[in-house]
């Protein structure tokens, strides 16, 4: 099963590139036949040239960063992206959300439905949709998050699955925490799942893990794809039968407490991070005799969710990404709930007086519009701050 691709933005479309890369390389290092059958069929087609071209649309407002990643991918040897996959045009969006979603977006949603269109048509089989954004600026949020919408009418039965790349805590752009409320309250009810890579973390990864002096973007994005390649790559699973055809978005993302159950507890100056769902991935040498008991202890979970239910656990012996052993997790938890409500509160300090407000009304965001997303953002922050 195979998954389309929407690249969106200057972020969107530098972690895709490096994404296409990891997994393409990934596949075709060694003797993994089968391995790369799945992996290539998920991610790229074949031209009749042999090439491998990606399954992905690249948008952004300006046409700088695509060309770059076009060139790039071609430039390797391994693969490439489509000729006329792509759309952009000579005015970024400005950092403004407002901008995006309801200027440009609009504006161009023919093309862009049409470029996604294409690259479905090209699948055998659909696993579903990946947008990838950040939440800070205006084309990636903005955007993003009218793709997103556009996506979801088109394809109301397909699984889409958000990447959201989230800024660093003293971002650059003044109104990042604006873009991000409007971004993440819209997802939150278009997306079937979403994926968050906070900056700050994977900075302090490439600081203090890989010991990399002088980090660069380059550098964070490389950490993401191999984080987000890990997820996505083909695995093993107690229902796949020895076979490598779990559609890689293919976990029950939905979590329904049971009936009668209560669920709600404040965990106030509480530490314990509580999860409603993980995920583990394991890869490479001794994934048949590792030890994961320790994810299953109850004592991880809300109390309204059996851990069965909860715990999840994908297998691959193939190594990845030139690790002899490798273990990822994908998890539904209250690891969020700090920064998400440090950004909402800083949000709303602005919003209260009233900074920067007239930069989104005069493209069609109406105070409304603001209030009803931090009223969204604080109903999932509450809820998260509860789980017991």
Not at 173 to 200: F, G, K, M, R, W
Request: aromatic residues 10%; contains cysteine; proline residues 3%.
């Amino acid at each position: 099963m195979s998954v389309v691709t929407v690249q969106l933005g200057q972020c969107g479309n530098q972690v895709g590139q490096e994404l296409f890369g990891i997994i393409c390389s990934d596949a075709q290092e060694g003797q993994r036949k089968t391995y790369s059958a799945a992996s290539c069929e998920r991610f790229f087609h074949q031209t009749a040239h042999g090439d491998f071209v990606a399954r992905a649309v690249l948008i952004d407002m300006e046409p700088k960063v695509i060309n770059h990643s076009m060139t790039k991918a071609a430039t390797s040897g391994r693969w490439r992206y489509g000729d006329t996959s792509h759309f952009s045009q000579k005015q970024g969006s400005g950092n403004n959300w407002a901008n995006g979603y309801c200027v440009h977006g609009p504006r161009h949603r023919e093309v862009v439905e049409e470029l996604v269109r294409r690259e479905v048509e090209r699948c055998d089989r659909l696993a579903g949709l990946m947008a990838v954004m950040s939440v800070a600026g205006g084309t990636g949020s903005g955007v993003g998050t009218y793709v997103t919408q556009c996506l979801r009418d088109i394809y109301p039965k397909s699984f889409i699955l958000n990447h959201l790349t989230w800024p660093y805590g003293t971002g650059e752009v003044i109104v990042q925490n604006y873009n991000s409320v409007l971004t993440l309250a819209h997802l939150y009810q278009l997306s079937d799942a979403i994926l968050v890579h906070e900056n700050d973390t994977v900075h302090r990864i490439c600081s203090q893990l890989l010991n990399i002096k002088h980090i660069s973007f380059s550098d964070v994005n490389r950490v993401i794809a191999h984080q987000l390649g890990s997820v996505l790559q083909p695995t093993l699973t107690a229902d796949s039968h020895g076979a490598y055809s779990r559609n890689p978005l293919g976990i029950d993302w939905q979590v329904r407490p049971p009936a009668g159950s209560e669920q709600t507890r404040s965990l106030t100056g509480a530490s314990f991070n509580t999860s409603l769902a993980n995920l583990l991935i394991l890869r490479g040498k001794d994934v048949y005799s590792a030890e994961t008991d320790g994810f299953e202890d109850p004592a991880l979970y809300s109390s309204w969710l059996s851990s069965k239910e909860a715990f999840n656990l994908w297998k691959s012996p193939v190594p990845f990404n030139k690790y002899e052993k490798s273990a990822t997790l994908v998890s539904n938890s209250q690891a969020l709930l700090r920064p998400l409500d440090n950004m909402v509160g800083k949000a709303w300090n602005m919003f209260a007086s009233r900074a920067y407000i007239h930069q989104y009304i005069k493209f069609g965001i109406s105070e409304e519009d603001f209030l009803d997303s931090f009223t969204s953002l604080e109903q999932v922050v509450a809820s998260y701050s509860q789980l017991c």
